[in-house]
């Protein structure tokens, strides 16, 4: 069973940095993609980054240029380095694996609180 554990959110004021981690347990397979996606109160839940196994990335636009993915394929872990934050940044962040063997399959974290406020 594959377990999602996230770490690294809290208060930030704007303009300020948070480096969330997470790192997932049990067996992902060697291919697959790792991701962050959000959801704002009221909102639906967005796609923030993703990578892939062989460092392929993707951004929304909201995040470009702001926001970097990064992963440790030794450590099944990833990280999402966020710098100048903005309150419309504020949300529940939620890590993803999704794996890509014969079946596709996705997982989710348990989500990490980001609140960028004065």
């Known amino acids: 069973q594959v377990q999602l554990v996230e770490s690294g959110g809290g208060l930030v004021q704007p303009g300020g940095s948070l480096r969330l981690s997470c790192a997932a347990s049990?067996?992902?397979?060697?291919?697959?993609?790792m991701g962050w996606y959000r959801q704002a109160p009221g909102k639906q839940r967005e796609l923030v980054a993703t990578i892939t196994t062989s460092g392929n990335t993707n951004y929304a636009n909201p995040v470009k240029g702001r926001f970097t993915i990064s992963r440790d394929n030794a450590k099944n872990t990833v990280y999402l380095q966020m710098n100048s934050l903005k309150p419309e940044d504020t949300a529940v962040y939620y890590c993803?694996?999704?794996?890509?063997?014969?079946?596709?399959?996705?997982?989710w974290g348990q989500g990490t609180q980001v609140t960028v406020s004065s």
């Open positions: 049990g067996s992902i397979g060697s291919r697959n993609v």
């Open positions: 993803n694996v999704l794996t890509l063997g014969s079946k596709m399959v996705a997982y």
